[in-house]
């Protein structure tokens, strides 16, 4: 028979520990406190051997230790340690993991801590399950607490993401709400102040994907009445363009709009991919694409 391996040996002594009886002299306790050491020690030493499924179910049996122990801190920790284990190679778990982290920082008054964890389970369904409406939900969630904690940066960019997200989910009118609350929030400090016409530029292409002119317009005035030198921007001469090109409808006039503006600013992929979605509205029967080999 192959040698144990020491986190092996770790976890039967962690696993003995929990299951024993508890005596005259010692309470339970006691036991869960010493079993939660060794499954923790257990748990670090898979890691070391790259074992971090079988990790993250260490952390997982330390966090039940604790939360036995009435130690909420120390449980809240173990989930988070298991959580980190399983990203490597099972998201669902680390997912189910962060949430008991959560459960355990926000009944502690956390939310800093929690809002962080909440943003990590948002990430993960984003990146590895392309989970769009539950990740939007994460980052919305978070920005609440971000938001709560007076982190209003960070809060913002959550709801900035979340909003890319509703956009992209072709939630427009929800996307549009998000991103003029983005931008509300930002023209209340000199620090953030730039960034509203990106948020504006973001709103108003969604506002062009319902096809409603009509709203991009009140909505460009709207947004002039708020910072006056909006209108001066060149995001909002690209709308106002692109809005003229839709209530056109003409191709040509649409394609001229976007080349124009991304010969100075390069699109990003969200850009690209919500232009493109208004150009086939107004797109010439042949179905070729109008810029840049964009299909």
């Known amino acids: 028979m192959p040698a144990k391996s020491p986190a092996q040996v770790l976890l039967e002594k962690a696993d003995k520990k929990a299951n024993s009886s508890t005596g005259w002299f010692s309470s339970a306790s006691t036991k869960f406190e010493e079993a939660g050491d060794l499954y923790q020690q257990a748990a670090n030493n898979f890691k070391i051997e790259k074992l971090f499924k079988e990790a ?52 502690l008054g956390r939310f800093r801590q929690a809002a962080d964890r909440e943003k990590e389970i948002g990430q993960i369904y984003l990146q590895e399950f392309h989970d769009l409406g539950k990740a939007c939900d994460s980052f919305v969630q978070a920005g609440d607490w971000y938001a709560q904690e007076d982190a209003a940066a960070t809060a913002n960019a959550c709801y900035k993401e979340a909003a890319d997200l509703l956009a992209d989910l072709g939630q427009y009118i929800q996307a549009i709400a ?6 509300d929030h930002s023209l209340t400090s000199a620090l953030t102040k730039y960034s509203v016409k990106e948020y504006w530029l973001r709103a108003g292409l969604c506002a062009l994907a319902l096809n409603d002119v009509v709203t991009v317009r009140r909505n460009m005035t709207k947004y002039g009445s708020q910072d006056t030198t909006f209108p001066s921007t060149r995001e909002a ?59």
């Open 56 to 107: 993250g179910d260490t952390f997982a049996r330390e966090a039940e230790c604790r939360e036995k122990c009435n130690e909420a801190n120390e449980a809240g920790n173990a989930w988070w340690n298991a959580a980190k284990a399983y990203k490597k190679t099972h998201p669902d778990l680390a997912i189910q993991a962060l949430t008991q982290t959560i459960t355990h920082l926000t009944k």
């Open 178 to 183: 998000r991103y003029e609350h983005v931008a």
């Open 237 to 295: 001469k690209f709308v106002n363009a692109l809005a003229e090109a839709v209530e056109a409808a003409d191709a040509e006039m649409f394609t001229g709009a976007v080349v124009e503006f991304d010969s100075v600013t390069k699109l990003d992929n969200w850009k690209t991919s919500i232009l493109l979605k208004i150009k086939r509205e107004i797109e010439q029967p042949s179905g070729e694409s109008a810029w840049g080999g964009l299909t």
